[in-house]
């Protein structure tokens, strides 16, 4: 069986603060593109993950996803899977979630464990906090830390443009940069929300925000730079997406997104054009 791991973007973010377990208290909006990992997958006696050839270790959240997978059923089996990497590490795209939500569709097809999305759901935020979002993905505001999810019609047809730096950000930096800042600021996800369902581009450029983008920033000067040539070149908004280092930026004509795409992909070692996507994970 042959997959597709669709990335996403965040449209919004807002951290609420800090919850008693430590963990973040988040509301945003997330979206599905169509850059996309794809995982090839089959039965086999136990599990054994291999990513571009590379065998990956036991953190890997595909690896970590199969295991839980067959404990929490019961059963005495395993999987050979195969990832084609496509979207970076340490970018903010959410390749490993969308990868380990992949792998937990996958096998519940490939071994008819008939278990429905609430407990995949429930599967996957033991594996991340945004693994859920990708079980069945599209367009959502997600709070909580990722997990409570409610599905939009984003009615913005945008048109992305994603550049990457050489060097990431890793998302506990960019959280442990944010929590030392002493001004925090506040992104209104409420009516970046309403105006992807109005297909009011506009209203959304206004509230869209992420308050990560500057912790990002400042770990990864490269961002600012990009996030400047971004508006040089043309784009209606650019934003960082989740804790970086991508950004993303949104045009409204193709014609001038390519005349980007062109300049950019001459100087950036990760550069794609992307479309939304209303789904996260793509049976082949």
Do not use: W
């Not at 291999?50 to 997978?69: E, G, I, W, Y």
Request: glycine residues 10%; hydrophobic residues 45%; aromatic residues 8%.
């Amino acid at each position: 069986m042959r997959v597709r791991a669709y990335a996403k973007l965040n449209l919004a973010l807002d951290i609420l603060g800090v919850r008693p377990d430590g963990m973040h208290e988040l509301d945003m909006l997330m979206q599905n593109i169509s850059l996309a990992d794809v995982l090839s997958i089959k039965c086999a006696n136990r599990v054994a993950v291999r990513c571009d050839s590379m065998v990956v270790d036991a953190n890997n959240t595909v690896r970590r996803a199969a295991k839980l997978f067959f404990q929490s059923l019961g059963i005495h089996a395993g999987a050979e899977i195969v990832i084609e990497k496509h979207i970076p590490s340490q970018a903010g795209l959410g390749g490993g979630s969308s990868d380990a939500a992949a792998t937990l569709v996958a096998l519940n097809h490939l071994y008819e464990a008939g278990l429905d999305i609430c407990t995949l759901r429930e599967l996957g935020v033991q594996i991340g906090a945004d693994v859920p979002f990708f079980i069945g993905g599209g367009c959502m505001r997600a709070r909580g830390i990722g997990e409570e999810l409610r599905k939009l019609s984003n009615r913005c047809a945008f048109h992305y443009l994603l550049v990457k730096p050489q060097r990431g950000v890793s998302t506990a930096a960019a959280y442990g940069k944010f929590d030392a800042c002493a001004k925090r600021g506040a992104v209104d996800v409420e009516a970046a929300g309403r105006a992807l369902e109005k297909g009011d581009c506009a209203a959304y450029f206004k509230a869209a925000g992420n308050v990560l983008q500057a912790p990002g920033a400042e770990i990864c000067p490269a961002v600012s730079a990009i996030l400047s040539k971004c508006k040089d070149r043309g784009a209606d908004f650019a934003m960082m997406t989740g804790s970086g280092s991508c950004v993303f930026a949104v045009f409204q004509e193709e014609s001038v997104r390519e005349y980007a795409y062109q300049k950019f992909v001459k100087e950036y070692p990760f550069c794609k054009r992307a479309e939304n996507m209303e789904m996260g994970i793509e049976v082949l």
